[in-house]
């Protein structure tokens, strides 16, 4: 008898273990819709997690997309949140304009997240940036403002497109701008390895690779020159704002990001990873994941 109730319990538990997989699988990959930038920009937004969870809106890197953010959408610690993710300009499946004025105007990125958060009717986002995410985020605070956001978190972020600021990798952009094929191609990969410290594995990067390989040439070629308005939109930002970089990142330069970002804005707070690269929300997940939650809820209580 000891043994039959202890089996029927076992089953109790596993039927409701598959079910909570079942859920969290469907809020997984629960909505893909697009809206239109002012420009005409069509961008692909998808959405993860809890709908009536606080929202966050994650803004990818130069080459990436939303599966750069796969560690989070998937992670059972953030699912209570409302995960919202879209494709920046040129990238993944999104629109991908072919005028360099499309990529060079910061301006039109900035609008592009403002779409976003109309078409999502997200309210009071936490707003999480990587690399030229984090430049995105700059350029919206300083046309749009920090009203309609709870907070921001920038990863790696680009705080300006300054030699001291951007570590030098002249042949990997150069092959990146090419016209030749195999050129551009190696030069994709080379530039996704420098985004990590610590390599993920191959399936990831494989796929990460090929992700990369779907951003637009032209988009590449021009978005060196895209302005930033740091000290309107960093500057001015009053909301909880925090900087986490690797020590060990080969692409942006942390500690001069960081004290540049200090210059604008006294208020804000830094991190560092000591053993993450370029990507720490990749490379540290579970820690990232659980800075990012605490953030998220201390932001929520403000």
């Known amino acids: 008898m000891p043994g039959r109730l202890f089996f029927r319990c076992l089953r109790?538990?596993?039927?409701?273990?598959?079910?909570?997989?079942?859920?969290?699988?469907?809020?997984?990959?629960?909505?893909?819709?697009?809206?239109?930038a002012p420009d005409g920009v069509t961008l692909a937004i998808q959405e993860a997690g809890d709908p009536a969870g606080p929202a966050i809106v994650f803004i990818h890197g130069l080459l990436g997309s939303r599966l750069s953010w796969e560690a989070q959408?998937?992670?059972?610690?953030?699912?209570?949140?409302?995960?919202?993710?879209?494709?920046?300009?040129?990238?993944?499946?999104?629109?991908?304009?072919?005028?360099?004025?499309?990529?060079t105007d910061g301006r039109r990125w900035a609008d592009d997240l403002a779409t976003v958060i109309a078409a999502s009717g997200a309210r009071r986002p936490v707003l999480v940036g990587w690399s030229l995410g984090a430049a995105v985020i700059t350029n919206y605070l300083a046309a749009h403002g920090d009203a309609d956001?709870?907070?921001?978190?920038?990863?790696?972020?680009?705080?300006?497109?300054?030699?001291?600021?951007?570590?030098?990798?002249?042949?990997?952009?150069?092959?990146?701008?090419?016209?030749?094929?195999?050129?551009?191609?190696?030069?994709?990969?080379?530039f996704l390895a420098?985004?990590?410290?610590?390599?993920?594995?191959?399936?990831?990067?494989e796929r990460l690779l090929a992700n990369a390989a779907l951003a637009s040439s032209e988009m590449q070629a021009a978005v060196p020159?895209?302005?930033?308005?740091?000290?309107?939109?960093l500057g001015a930002?009053?909301?909880?704002?925090?900087?986490?970089?690797?020590?060990?990142?080969?692409?942006?330069?942390?500690?001069?990001?960081?004290?540049?970002?200090?210059?604008?804005?006294?208020?804000l707070r830094t991190t560092l990873y000591a053993t993450a690269g370029h990507a720490p929300f990749v490379e540290e997940a579970e820690r990232f994941n659980r800075d990012l939650a605490a953030f998220v809820d201390a932001a929520a209580r403000r």
């Open 12 to 36: 109790h538990l596993l039927v409701a273990v598959a079910l909570l997989s079942t859920n969290a699988l469907a809020f997984a990959d629960s909505r893909q819709y697009t809206a239109v």
């Open 73 to 103: 959408l998937s992670s059972p610690l953030l699912q209570r949140y409302r995960l919202i993710t879209y494709d920046l300009r040129g990238h993944g499946q999104s629109g991908k304009p072919t005028a360099p004025l499309a990529y």
């Open 149 to 190: 956001i709870a907070g921001a978190v920038y990863v790696g972020g680009v705080i300006e497109l300054q030699v001291s600021q951007i570590a030098s990798h002249p042949a990997v952009y150069r092959g990146m701008a090419s016209a030749d094929l195999k050129t551009h191609l190696d030069a994709e990969r080379a």
């Open 194 to 205: 420098l985004c990590f410290a610590t390599q993920p594995d191959a399936a990831t990067f």
């Open 225 to 233: 020159a895209m302005t930033i308005a740091a000290r309107e939109g």
């Open 237 to 267: 930002m009053h909301k909880p704002l925090w900087l986490i970089y690797g020590a060990r990142d080969a692409l942006v330069r942390a500690v001069p990001s960081m004290e540049r970002a200090r210059q604008l804005n006294p208020r």
